[in-house]
Nanobody, 127 residues
Framework: QVQLVESGGGLVQAGGSLRLSCVAS????????MGWFRQAPGNEREFVAA????????GYAASVKGRFTIWRDKTKNTVYLQMNSLDPEDTAVYYC????????????????????WGQGTQVTVSS
């Protein structure tokens, strides 16, 4: 099992910034990846960003590219998501997730590929 705990959500005005953190514990995932997803009311869970735990290679959804940055601190087993220029459309519950094996891929964008999930943290962007 991998336990994931997110933090850093909150209420921010449009144009503002937030930094999310996700601390992992339990089983290792050195050959895997960590991802951030979000889910707004009435919507499906969608990919935001992911990072290959071994190489640090990262990928982003088109809607956040250039505004959000993902990185990881291997010494702290923590992944971060810096969110800048926030828009009300970014309002959602944000989840971090771990996939333990990538089978040659750098990361996955499909939520069903991920093995473990955090409890989520609410991000609300006011206009």
């Amino acid at each position: 099992q991998v336990q994931l705990v997110e933090s850093g959500g909150g209420l921010v005005q449009a144009g503002g910034s937030l930094r999310l953190s996700c601390v992992a514990s339990g089983r290792t995932f050195s050959n895997g990846a960590m991802g951030w997803f979000r889910q707004a009311p009435g919507n499906e869970r969608e990919f935001v960003a992911a990072i290959n735990w071994s190489t640090g290679s990262a990928g982003y959804a088109a809607s956040v590219k250039g505004r959000f940055t993902i990185w990881r601190d291997k010494t702290k087993n923590t992944v971060y998501l810096q969110m800048n220029s926030l828009d009300p459309e970014d309002t959602a519950v944000y989840y971090c997730a771990v996939v333990r094996y990538l089978y040659g891929y750098a990361w996955f964008v499909e939520p069903k590929r991920y093995d473990y999930w955090g409890q989520g943290t609410q991000v609300t962007v006011s206009s």
